[in-house]
């Protein structure tokens, strides 16, 4: 199916509405929900007409399109303020950073699958959206760029990565301290977790109702 703009833009502000309804309050995510056409970062025109639906759709190499609301969901536990630095692991279909992008983060995300990178870096060129990636395990950070304001791994693995851990900035005056969110156990039963920086060698952990992900993947 192919949605025009407009059809989109109307769909957009249906999944809004939804995802308010199950729970999103931060009017930022929801902002940048209305604004980012999720449609363009699905292949081919085939689901477009499930694009604004709260669904995980497949994007090629067994990968999915996180479902909107675990992409709002995390994004409002990480409580972004503009112009922070965020890492994301797992770029997929680059929906993720978009939505960080479009809320006035620094997005450097890595991703496994090459081909999934060479699809979506154009769809983020396109609109205009400033993300940093590039392939490779990103379960071991992207030390060039580190520390982090804030990292999210949108794929769940078996246990929290020292070296992600340790690309969390250290406590500074002024700015809030650095946190990720990160869903963590055997697969299909993962619990996200948020782990924030309050010292050199500190850090707290929270858990969050469970939301599916992926495996985070290690070779
Ligand atoms: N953020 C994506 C979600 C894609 S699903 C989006 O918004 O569409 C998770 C992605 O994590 C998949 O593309 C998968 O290939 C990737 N992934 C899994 N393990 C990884 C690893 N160790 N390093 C980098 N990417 C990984």
Not at 41 to 53: D, S
């Amino acid at each position: 199916m192919i949605l025009t703009d407009r059809q989109a833009a109307a769909r957009r502000r249906e999944l809004v509405d939804l995802l308010r309804d199950k729970g999103i309050e931060d009017p930022a995510v929801l902002e940048a929900v209305g604004a980012v056409p999720r449609h363009r970062f699905i292949p081919g025109t085939g689901l477009h007409g499930q694009a604004y639906h709260d669904l995980a759709l497949p994007i090629g190499e067994g990968q999915t399109i996180s479902q909107p609301f675990t992409v709002a969901r995390m994004t409002e536990l990480l409580g972004l303020r503009r112009g922070e630095r965020v890492l994301e692991v797992g770029t997929g279909s680059g929906y993720q950073a978009a939505i960080l992008a479009t809320m006035g983060a620094r997005v450097f995300s890595v991703e496994r699958h090459e081909p999934l990178l060479r699809r979506t870096k154009p769809v983020l060129e396109k609109l205009g959206l400033s993300v940093r990636t590039r392939a490779g395990d990103g379960t071991f950070g992207w030390p060039g760029y580190a520390p982090f304001d804030a990292i999210v791994v949108t794929a769940g693995g078996p246990t929290i990565p020292d070296e992600l851990r340790s690309q969390l900035r250290e406590p500074a005056e002024g700015k809030p301290d650095a946190r990720m969110l990160i869903p963590v156990g055997p697969a299909k039963e993962h619990v996200l977790h948020r782990i924030t920086r309050t010292g050199p060698d500190a850090f707290t952990d929270e858990t969050f109702n469970d939301v599916t992900f992926v495996p985070l993947v290690r070779d």
